[in-house]
């Protein structure tokens, strides 16, 4: 019986000593994974330009404030009109009418009783002809339009909408570049590149092509498309 049992602790024993000696060899290979970074990046155009053009009029009675916003409105259709951008890609938004009247601490000798401001929304897909009728507006400012931007920026907003066409190309161009800078690691560290162990694929950033301080990307019909995907690659 003492030989058995001491047969049966001896086994136990290199049982053990094996399995823990296999703990610590898969604790050594998962520890050694180097972490990746792949850049992705594309140029694309804009394909929505939004211009809120909004403009102020005023006059000492109602009826003339709205004369005169309707004969700034008339002058703007007729410059866009010359730009060859039609009435289906403008709509009348905003319109304020405010009685300067009703405010208490208003000077009421100011002869400008009424102020009436709208902003008329041009939406197209033609980018190249928004930029050029921007390019044109001080055109309206010599006719005798008040422009006015508190309500929103002073220029047309570029949007680009087709990130989902591009996304699964620009996702597999970053993973290969985080795999190639991976083997390059692998490689000057005298080892070999083993399985995935993690990945992140990273948040799309649409950007100015051209960046400055105080730019936006909406004011640029140019962009830069950038992902960075992080990924962890075990070593052998």
Do not use: C
């Amino acid at each position: 019986m003492k030989i058995i049992a001491a047969l049966i602790l001896g086994v136990s024993a290199v049982i053990s000593a094996s399995m823990i000696s296999s703990g610590l060899t898969d604790l050594r290979t998962g520890d050694r994974y180097v972490t990746v970074k792949g850049v992705a990046e594309r140029e694309v155009n804009a394909d929505l330009a939004l211009w809120p053009i909004r403009f102020v009029a005023t006059g000492a009675s109602l009826s003339e404030a709205q004369e005169k916003a309707r004969n700034s409105r008339n002058a703007i259709m007729a410059f866009l009109k010359l730009q060859a951008i039609g009435d289906n890609s403008v709509e009348l938004q905003r319109l304020d009418v405010t009685d300067t009247r009703a405010n208490p601490y208003q000077d009421n000798n100011n002869e400008q009783k009424f102020i009436v401001s709208q902003t008329l929304m041009v939406r197209s897909n033609d980018i190249q002809k928004i930029r050029q009728a921007a390019q044109g507006v001080s055109e309206l400012v010599d006719s005798g339009v008040v422009l006015s931007s508190d309500y929103g920026p002073s220029g047309p907003t570029y949007l680009f909408n087709g990130l989902n066409d591009i996304k699964p190309a620009m996702i597999a161009e970053a993973t290969a570049s985080a795999r190639e800078a991976a083997s390059q690691f692998a490689e000057d560290a005298k080892t070999e590149l083993g399985d995935l162990r993690r990945a992140n694929q990273g948040v799309f950033q649409i950007l100015a092509r051209d960046q400055a301080p105080g730019v936006s990307e909406q004011q640029h019909p140019v962009k830069t498309v950038r992902v960075v995907s992080t990924v962890e690659y075990y070593l052998r």
